[in-house]
Structures are given as C-alpha cells and as structure tokens.
C-alpha cells in the first residue's frame, strides 16, 4: 500500500456533501448513503465520490464504479444507474471543495518536523513578536522586529527578516525567505519561495554598471499562494504588490515595481519584469515573457510562450512571439502554414497568389 501523506475526514452521507458542495442530489431517496473518498472516474469505487468536467469522459463515466458523480444537469443521463448524480453547475468546483473537506491539510503546508510552537532549534529574535498559536520549527529564523500573526507557520529552515509582518493562518514554506515584506492574511509560500530581494537594476557605463539602489518593500495580499521557488523581488522606487487571492505558479520570476491586481492566475516559469502593472483576474500561460512598463488590463488572457512586449486593452486575450490579438496571431500562423504547404506562393512585398492546390 502506497503512504498516506493526508489524513482523510471521517465518511459522511450524501446529504452532507450536498450541503458542503451546494450540489443537488437528483434521488433524494439516496440522501442517507455514506461515502469515505473522493478519485477520479476511472479509479473510484463504491464508496468514493466523482465527476466528469467534460462530455469527453462520458464512456469513462459509463464504466465507473463510483457511488456517486458530480455532473451538469444536461449530462444527468449519462451516468450509470448504479451512480447517484450529484448535479452542479460547476462538476470540478464541487469535486474541489469536497476533496478540500476529507484532505483539509492538502490546503496549506504542515509542519515538516510535525511540531507546535517555537523549536528550541529555530532562532527568534528577543524585539521579533509572534501571536498566539505560531509555529516556528527548527532552523527557522525570526529576525528583530518582525511580526508573524495567529496560527502562522514558519516552516524549518525558512528566514524571516528584519521587521518583516506576516498576517494570520499564513504558512511560509521550508527553505523560503522573506525580506523587506508586508504579508497579508491566509497568505500561503511554498518551498523555496523568495520575496524581498533586490530588483535587478544598473546604470551602464564606460568604466561599469552602477547599482541602483531598491529601497521599496513587497507587498502580499490577503488569500495569495505562491509555488515553489518562485522570487519577487522589492520595488526600487516604489513598492513591488501582489492583489488578494492571486495565485502564483512554481518557478515565476516577478521583477521590482511591479502591480499585480487582484485574483490573477499565472503560470509556471513566467516572467513578469520591472514595473509591469497588471489588472484584475488576469491570467498569464507558462512561459510567458512580459518586457518592462508594459500595462495589462482587467480580465486579459495571454496564451502560454507569449511574449508580450505592448500594452494590453481590458478583456482580450492575447499570444505569439510578438504577441498580438488572439485571432490575428492564428491568421498568421494559418497563412504560414498555407506559404509553407504552397498554396500560397508569395509574388512581391505586400503580395501573395495562390498555388496550384488554391488556383
């Protein structure tokens, strides 16, 4: 049997995931039967809980042994008569906040070493300050004058630095650093997380490149999540800010100055460079690049590998390398495609014919 690195929640009825869910049971009369799990449509059993998020999946829902299934209301025929339906607008929304609820502690990090309170390994400064229900574990660092909230972890290993302020229930990661940050709320950092450093900033010269200096300090959000060895560096000139409930990938590197509004979503291995500033629920592929001082607006998508080196209007949805619109960047590549195929054979500048497939 593989390790169980979550404990789960006690089974509960139906009845009990719909209240937690908000999802209707399509049998009432199935209200009392009790599930232990959640899996996915292939590996359920009879006593875990399921979904299908796309019509794709309909024979795997077909054959699935699961006692009961998150599913849309236009998708309710096809389940099995042996699966209660579970009906939804949102299948994978519910399936999330039911795993949510019997794996509460795959939510946020936990102490490595399995320890409350202050580790007689961890050193805390005499003038740093921590609430009630802190748990700082061993090689931990908590320098002079900062302040960590309730219910906060500091994992092992991590270093909080000088007159840094971490919020309440927020969990800074093993190996993580802080510096010259103010860090809201429920804030989450994953392992290897860097905040605070200097931003990459030199005059260039004849006789060398001087350094600029970054006085600015990063600020955190409430409800942000930020994967694994990413780094955002402090602002120069003005503070480097990250929304509430922005969620941030492994591997992103945020350069000084930028704003980053609320509820946005970018990435792996991103990178936002100085003084960017970003609107609301904005959501940013893996890999894309965005050259400095450029402004995005509320809600833009930009597709993954995008290199962004303009401004960006509310509400459009950008990729290619340069970027540009969506629909103008697959026209491109469609008449490439055509150009190389030779249906369209190229006759002066601004010209084009058709070949001998298009004639």
């Known amino acids: 049997m593989d390790p169980a690195f979550f404990q789960r929640a006690q089974p509960i009825s139906l009845e009990r995931v719909a209240v937690i869910t908000g999802a209707v049971?399509?049998?009432?009369?199935?209200?009392?039967?009790?599930?232990?799990?959640?899996?996915?449509?292939?590996?359920a059993g009879p006593d875990d809980v399921t979904y299908m998020g796309h019509r794709s999946l309909s024979d795997a829902l077909g054959a699935t042994r699961a006692a009961a299934c998150f599913i849309t209301e236009r998708d309710v025929l096809l389940a099995p008569p042996s699966t209660v339906v579970l009906v939804t607008a949102s299948p994978e929304r519910a399936f999330a906040i039911l795993t949510g609820y019997f794996y509460p502690d795959s939510l946020r990090p936990m102490p490595v070493c399995g320890e409350a309170g202050v580790s007689p390994a961890a050193h805390v400064a005499e003038s740093a300050r921590l609430e009630k229900g802190v748990t700082v574990e061993a090689g931990a660092v908590v320098g002079p004058g900062a302040e960590v909230g309730a219910d906060s972890?500091?994992?092992?290993?991590?270093?909080?630095?000088?007159?840094?302020?971490?919020?309440?229930?927020?969990?800074?990661?093993?190996?993580?650093?802080?510096?010259?940050?103010?860090?809201?709320?429920?804030?989450?950092?994953?392992?290897?997380?860097?905040?605070?450093?200097?931003?990459?900033?030199?005059?260039?010269?004849?006789?060398?490149?001087?350094?600029?200096?970054?006085?600015?300090?990063?600020?955190?959000?409430?409800?942000?999540?930020?994967?694994?060895?990413?780094?955002?560096?402090?602002?120069?000139?003005?503070?480097?800010?990250?929304?509430?409930?922005?969620?941030?990938?492994?591997?992103?590197?945020?350069?000084?100055?930028?704003?980053?509004?609320?509820?946005?979503l970018i990435a792996g291995n991103a990178g936002i460079s100085g003084s960017v500033v970003m609107g609301?629920?904005?959501?940013?592929?893996?890999?894309?690049?965005?050259?400095?001082?450029?402004?995005?607006?509320?809600n833009v998508k930009?597709?993954?590998?995008?290199?962004?080196?303009?401004?960006?209007?509310?509400?459009?949805?950008?990729?290619?390398?340069?970027?540009?619109?969506?629909?103008?960047?697959?026209?491109?590549?469609r008449t490439l495609q055509r150009i190389v195929r030779g249906d369209v054979v190229m006759r002066g500048p601004g010209s084009t014919k058709e070949g001998p497939d298009g004639e």
């Open 25 to 43: 049971i399509a049998d009432p009369a199935q209200a009392d039967r009790m599930v232990g799990g959640v899996a996915t449509l292939e590996r």
């Open 153 to 264: 972890l500091i994992a092992a290993g991590s270093i909080i630095g000088a007159g840094v302020r971490i919020g309440r229930e927020s969990s800074v990661g093993p190996s993580a650093s802080v510096l010259h940050a103010l860090i809201g709320n429920r804030v989450v950092l994953h392992p290897g997380v860097r905040v605070g450093q200097d931003g990459f900033g030199y005059v260039p010269g004849a006789a060398g490149h001087l350094k600029i200096p970054q006085v600015g300090r990063v600020i955190i959000q409430d409800d942000v999540e930020i994967g694994a060895n990413t780094t955002i560096d402090r602002g120069s000139s003005r503070d480097t800010v990250i929304g509430e409930g922005t969620k941030i990938d492994n591997l992103v590197q945020i350069g000084h100055n930028v704003v980053i509004g609320r509820h946005c």
């Open 280 to 298: 609301d629920f904005v959501m940013i592929g893996g890999g894309t690049g965005v050259r400095d001082h450029v402004s995005i607006g509320n």
């Open 302 to 333: 930009i597709a993954a590998a995008a290199a962004v080196h303009s401004n960006i209007p509310d509400g459009e949805t950008w990729g290619g390398y340069p970027a540009m619109p969506i629909d103008r960047f697959y026209r491109q590549m």
